[in-house]
């Protein structure tokens, strides 16, 4: 370029979660791949080995590491804590751009941070809404108040386009990408054959079996009570069937699990599985019952049925599309909607609608590292 070097353009990756870890993996990998960039990835450490293994996989590791996760920690500590440690890095070695991710506290408070700084912020995964500021909680207002932080507005759909030009979004501000979780996904199911490399895959061998995720903050409690009795109602009419049920770190969520959950032979209580495994448990079992918004996206991207156990989504496609049922936590409509998906769902309708996923085709990172290099 007229015997100049073209300036690298210093980018921090900010990720405190498995499923920001994730997502972003892809986003890492082809702004590295890229010449005019230097990324420095940032783990608050919201999560710690879960978040770890979830970069392993892509072969990424974290630059630098918060180190900020302790017992039964409190929104108050998490917020804090990233508040100051990722400004502090921020100061100390200034970047160009920060990324953040989705909808967590440590995506809010590594915006805050760089707005305060006057560091350009890109929001992958913005505009999604449920529109109740109590669910998801906190996630729903982590989400907005990082759009209203972003310049970029990394959009995974139209509708989430739509919903950041009524809140007054710039329209030259949009992107809309696709997610990212769909680039992970197709890594993942792109790699090496073979199936799942933990105990759980050989105690389902041979077996039809229910995939059950649930951690959400709005779940704790009775809500998760009902959850787990859905699950027996469940398996209680159907005596072919088994259950896999990775359980979150947090105590709130194993306490009850393990209470109402644990000593039944057709039932598999196991820590949260390696990213690659949990692609397998979702890609063999017969239903999904999850109340994760990541899962929403991937159910819909393997057309696989599941059962959202929330009363509102802020992924609405995936119910639209039709691999995904809203049931809430009333475990009456669980058990009866999962039974008549296991009692003759159509297989080949599901998977014809995979083929117009919603969520993208799998190269939103592109895109994403596209707009940055202009």
């Known amino acids: 370029m007229n015997g100049q070097a073209r300036k690298i353009k210093k980018i921090d990756v900010v990720i405190g979660t498995r499923p920001e870890a994730i997502k972003m993996a892809p986003v890492i990998l082809e702004l590295r791949g890229r010449e005019t960039f230097s990324v ?72 805050l941070a760089a707005f305060y700084r006057r560091i350009p912020i890109g929001h992958v995964e913005a505009g999604l809404r449920s529109f109740d500021m109590s669910r998801p909680f906190p996630e729903e207002m982590n989400r907005l108040f990082a759009d209203r932080l972003a310049a970029w507005h990394f959009a995974p759909t139209g509708q989430s386009r739509e919903n950041l030009l009524r809140e007054g979004a710039r329209d030259e501000s949009i992107f809309v990408t696709g997610n990212t979780v769909v680039d992970a996904l197709n890594a993942v199911l792109a790699g090496p054959a073979g199936g799942a490399s933990g105990a ?5 061998a041979g077996h039809r079996f229910i995939l059950l995720t649930a951690h959400r903050r709005e779940s704790w409690g009775e809500p998760l009570v009902r959850i787990c009795r859905a699950l ?92 995904c049922v809203l049931v809430g936590t009333d475990g009456e409509r669980a058990a009866k909607e999962a039974d008549a998906i296991l009692r003759g769902y159509n297989r080949e309708e599901l998977m014809e609608r995979r083929l117009k996923n919603p969520f993208g085709d799998g190269f939103a990172s592109s895109r994403i590292a596209d707009v940055l290099s202009r």
Not at 43 to 68: E, P, R
Not at 77 to 92: A, P, R
């Open 200 to 204: 759980f895959a050989q105690r389902l």
């Open 40 to 111: 420095r990835v940032i783990a608050t450490g919201q999560h710690t080995d879960m978040l770890s293994q979830a970069l392993g996989y892509f072969s990424l590791s974290a630059d630098v590491n918060l180190g900020i996760m302790k017992n039964r920690q409190s929104l108050d500590y998490i917020t804090s804590s990233v508040l100051v440690g990722v400004g502090e890095l921020f100061d100390s070695d200034p970047p160009d751009a920060a990324l953040v991710h989705g909808d967590t506290t440590t995506t809010f408070a590594s915006a």
């Open 232 to 323: 027996l109602g469940i398996l209680d009419l159907h005596p072919d069937l088994m259950a896999l049920v990775p359980m979150h770190k947090n105590p709130e969520v194993r306490d009850v699990m393990r209470n109402f959950l644990g000593g039944r032979s057709r039932i598999i209580l196991c820590d949260p599985l390696d990213y690659p495994d949990f692609v397998w448990a979702m890609d063999n079992c017969e239903l999904i019952m999850s109340d994760s918004g990541g899962v929403q996206e991937e159910a819909t991207s393997l057309g696989k049925p599941a059962l959202i156990l929330r009363d509102v989504t802020e992924r609405p496609e995936a119910v639209e599309q039709g691999s």
